[in-house]
């Protein structure tokens, strides 16, 4: 999974720009996968989620990638807003069990 | 449609004190979850409840009970708070228990002094 700190990964892009956020998950039996974007004192919101059978899916501004060789999940938000500005998530839902795993998160600031 | 409510959004507790953490869903899901954020982690799951009658320890469980009231609601006891608890709590649902998005409730900041 991703590293574990009191020191969130950081990401600075200018407004209009192409972001990209990435996630390295930690079980190969993981088979679902969602990106939540959290605004400061608000509760996680799905933004896209993709499952083991797939390599890609879009949204509407935003792709997620599935890299499951090497365990790699990327977040890519074209055109990116100033309501962007937020701490994203990867959660990965793993086939044994009900749970799902959380990392630490990636704090994304869009400069007008 | 309100989704996922939670209450109190804020609560301050001494050491050894109780409470109860609320949440309710109008979404008729069968999943609810509890959730603890600590600073610079991600959410960590304290207890779920697949369905209705049921409930299972998630990560985190030490300190805390649950119950599944009913479909809509489940609540989240601190029997006895430790400044280890000092968190902000989250509730979730979701259609069902496995392969299906979260629908997160706004939060509890909880401090314990």
């Known amino acids: 999974g991703e590293s574990v700190g009191l020191h969130l990964p950081t990401l600075s892009v200018q407004e209009g720009d192409n972001s990209i956020i990435n996630c390295a998950y930690s079980?190969?039996?993981?088979?679902?996968f969602i990106w939540y974007k959290q605004e400061s004192g608000k509760g996680p919101q799905f933004i896209i989620d993709?499952?083991?059978?797939?390599d890609k899916r879009q949204g509407q501004r935003v792709t997620v990638l599935l890299n499951k060789t090497v365990k790699h999940l990327s977040l890519q938000i074209a055109a990116t807003q100033p309501g962007d500005s937020a701490v994203y998530f990867c959660?990965?839902?793993?086939?044994?069990?009900?749970?799902?795993?959380f990392g630490t998160g990636t704090s994304l600031t869009v400069i007008p | 449609n309100a989704g996922v409510t939670q209450t109190p959004k804020f609560q301050v507790l001494k050491t050894g004190q109780s409470m109860t953490l609320q949440c309710a869903q109008d979404?008729?899901?069968?999943?609810m979850y509890w959730y603890r954020q600590d600073p610079g982690m991600g959410l960590r799951l304290i207890y779920y409840s697949a369905s209705e009658g049921t409930t299972d320890k998630g990560e985190v469980p030490n300190g805390y009970n649950v119950s599944r009231l009913n479909k809509r609601e489940f609540s989240l006891r601190l029997e006895s708070a430790a400044p280890s608890q000092t968190s902000v709590y989250f509730c979730a649902s979701s259609v069902q228990d496995r392969g299906y998005e979260q629908y997160f409730g706004p939060g509890t900041r909880l401090t314990v002094t």
């Open positions: 079980n190969s039996a993981s088979d679902y």
């Open positions: 993709i499952r083991s059978n797939m």
């Open positions: 979404m008729n899901h069968n999943s």
């Open positions: 959660a990965e839902n793993r086939n044994t069990g009900n749970q799902f795993y």
